[in-house]
């Protein structure tokens, strides 16, 4: 699903992202989903060696131009290099009806559903009013080994879930659709013969050694995210490769800005002249304006060029006199 956690402004947790209710025969149970994961342990953010945010943009590899949003239209690829163009009236048109049913179709054994298709955990919170039916639900559920199998509509699309019951209470599992899969034959995998019983026997113990009633939670913790974690803030508390942004940075143009051909740059510059939009490592003037004159990030790309240290926390007067100071 393409949703963010939503939490909510009290800091009381998840916010539900999408209400609706589970319907199948003459049952109806008002439910919320929520999500029951969080996002990835460590998350590291591209930026330059100056602790500046580096943005992804669009490139005609052609045209050899930046591209806006304007530029751009969804392709179907039909064969290697062609596309069928679709447009966002089209795409409308093929979405799904909206609706806030859960649409259970059927139960299943829930040692038939195969965990290959699982993909994202939600938890199904119950309405107040409707908490009675929800344990209900709940219960039979869990009692008699069942998963229910059905679909929904969120944000002009469907989903196929899995509706589990684990200690009172229901989760969804959105699943994979049987088509996204790979077989073993599409690996490579080969037809292997039947293991021999003597051998198995020895695995079966061997096995039997490690058995466990429960997964240990340390066994499920993700020891690479506290590894990071430990390098981070080892790093941080010795004052070791921290960046900041430079205080009153200039935003950086936005996409689809003006091109600038770097051969007449290149040219001009040797003739001692630079072109009309062009502009300079300072940002923009050239470097024989005064430094009083020039803005906070003209002065930030001088001193990054004479590696001037400390640049980053240093105000625009800092940045004026460190600069005058290296000559």
């Known amino acids: 699903m393409p949703e963010k956690e939503a939490r909510s402004?009290?800091?009381?947790?998840?916010?539900?992202?999408?209400?609706?209710?589970?319907?199948?025969?003459?049952?109806?149970?008002?439910?919320?989903?929520?999500?029951?994961?969080?996002?990835?342990?460590?998350?590291?953010?591209?930026?330059?060696?100056?602790?500046?945010?580096?943005?992804?943009?669009?490139?005609?590899?052609?045209?050899?131009?930046?591209?806006?949003?304007?530029?751009?239209?969804?392709g179907y690829e039909v064969e290697p290099e062609r596309y069928v163009a679709v447009e966002d009236e089209e795409l409308q048109a093929l979405a799904p009806e909206k609706s806030q049913e859960i649409d259970l179709k059927r139960f299943v054994a829930r040692s038939d559903v195969d965990p290959v298709y699982f993909e994202r955990a939600y938890f199904l919170a119950p309405d107040r009013r409707a908490i009675k039916a929800y344990r209900l639900l709940?219960?039979?559920?869990?009692?008699?080994g069942r998963?229910?199998?059905?679909?929904?509509?969120?944000?002009?699309?469907?989903?196929?879930?899995?509706?589990?019951?684990?200690?009172?209470?229901?989760?969804?599992?959105?699943?994979?659709?049987?088509?996204?899969?790979?077989?073993?034959?599409?690996?490579?995998?080969?037809?292997?013969?039947?293991?021999?019983?003597?051998?198995?026997?020895?695995?079966?113990?061997?096995?039997?050694?490690?058995?466990?009633?429960?997964?240990?939670?340390?066994?499920?913790?993700?020891?690479?995210?506290?590894?990071?974690?430990?390098?981070?803030?080892?790093k941080l508390e010795a004052g070791e490769d921290v960046v900041s942004l430079p205080e009153d940075r200039e935003a950086p143009e936005p996409e689809g800005g003006e091109v600038v051909d770097l051969m007449e740059v290149l040219k001009r510059s040797l003739e001692g002249s630079a072109p009309s939009g062009a502009k300079d490592e300072g940002g923009g003037a050239q470097r024989a304006a005064p430094l009083e004159r020039r803005t906070k990030a003209q002065l930030y790309a001088r001193a990054r060029e004479l590696d001037i240290g400390g640049r980053s926390n240093m105000t625009r007067d800092q940045l004026i006199a460190a600069i005058r100071e290296a000559g």
Do not use: N
């Open 9 to 74: 402004g009290t800091g009381g947790g998840p916010r539900p992202f999408w209400s609706g209710t589970i319907a199948f025969g003459l049952v109806s149970v008002p439910v919320s989903l929520l999500v029951a994961y969080r996002g990835a342990g460590v998350s590291l953010r591209m930026v330059d060696q100056d602790g500046v945010p580096l943005q992804r943009r669009y490139f005609c590899s052609v045209d050899e131009q930046m591209l806006t949003a304007d530029d751009i239209v969804r």
């Open 138 to 144: 709940a219960h039979a559920m869990e009692e008699s």
């Open 147 to 234: 998963a229910g199998i059905a679909t929904f509509v969120m944000r002009g699309k469907e989903y196929l879930v899995a509706i589990l019951s684990s200690g009172g209470i229901l989760r969804a599992e959105t699943l994979r659709f049987h088509d996204e899969l790979r077989s073993p034959a599409d690996v490579g995998l080969p037809e292997l013969a039947p293991a021999q019983e003597r051998r198995a026997q020895t695995m079966m113990r061997a096995m039997e050694a490690l058995a466990a009633d429960a997964p240990d939670g340390r066994a499920l913790e993700d020891d690479g995210a506290r590894r990071m974690q430990t390098l981070v803030e080892r």
